[in-house]
Nanobody
Framework: QVRLVESGGDLVQPGGSLRLSCAASGFTFSRYTMSWYRQAPGKERELVATITSAGGSTNYADSVKGRFTISRDNAKNTMYLQMNSLKLEDTAVYYC?????????WGQGTQVTVSS
């Protein structure tokens, strides 16, 4: 059974940091391109960051460049998102996505709230 389980979401003050994790099971994690998406209330889901299967290449949304870092540990079947200098507008549910050819899996999401 395929599972993607996000964790690490929390309430944090502006300027703070969080580290999200996505634990994968039920598929060959190392084959998949992994991404973080987020969805704020009343808005469409947006791509935050992507990392290739071996971790050799990453891409970021302009809104998070320089503040967020995506990484993965294929030995642990886990992906991470280090989020620094958090802003109010980073408040959203963050989702983990795994993609390989037509295979496309999603986690249930973890809530990140940035508030003073």
């Amino acid at each position: 059974q395929v599972r993607l389980v996000e964790s690490g979401g929390d309430l944090v003050q502006p300027g703070g940091s969080l580290r999200l994790s996505c634990a994968a099971s039920g598929f060959t994690f190392s084959r998949y391109t992994m991404s973080w998406y987020r969805q704020a209330p009343g808005k469409e889901r947006e791509l935050v960051a992507t990392i290739t299967s071996a971790g050799g290449s990453t891409n970021y949304a302009d809104s998070v460049k320089g503040r967020f870092t995506i990484s993965r540990d294929n030995a642990k079947n886990t992906m991470y998102l280090q989020m620094n200098s958090l802003k109010l507008e980073d408040t959203a549910v963050y989702y983990c996505n795994a993609k390989w050819f037509h295979f496309d899996y999603w986690g249930q999401g973890t809530q990140v709230t940035v508030s003073s």
